[in-house]
Nanobody, 123 residues
Framework: QVQLVESGGGLVQAGGSLRLSCAAS????????MGWFRQAPGKEREFVAA????????YYADSVKGRFTISRDNAKNTVYLQMNSLKPEDTAVYYC????????????????WGQGTQVTVSS
């Protein structure tokens, strides 16, 4: 069992930056691939970024590549999402999730989800 709690969301102007954190409970955190997803009003939840259990591999949606960076600290049971050059279209609720499989882009493979944190980017 893994419990996830996101933090770091807020209101920022276009071009600004935010750093999201996701704190995990449970001793098995380091065995999970971790992902960030987001959901805007009226839209489906979409993949944003993911990182392998070791941190050695990272994956990004095309829409955030070059602007967002995912990282993790297994000693602190925490995964991060550094978001730079934010755009109004990045506005959404951001969720972190834990995935025991290698199907990184498929949200159905993520077993555990946080409650989400709101990110709002004003123009």
């Amino acid at each position: 069992q893994v419990q996830l709690v996101e933090s770091g969301g807020g209101l920022v102007q276009a071009g600004g930056s935010l750093r999201l954190s996701c704190a995990a409970s449970g001793r098995t955190f380091s065995s999970y691939n971790m992902g960030w997803f987001r959901q805007a009003p009226g839209k489906e939840r979409e993949f944003v970024a993911a990182i392998s259990w070791s941190g050695g591999r990272t994956y990004y949606a095309d829409s955030v590549k070059g602007r967002f960076t995912i990282s993790r600290d297994n000693a602190k049971n925490t995964v991060y999402l550094q978001m730079n050059s934010l755009k109004p279209e990045d506005t959404a609720v951001y969720y972190c999730a834990a995935n025991p499989t290698g199907w990184i882009y498929d949200l159905r493979k993520y077993d555990y989800w946080g409650q989400g944190t709101q990110v709002t980017v004003s123009s």
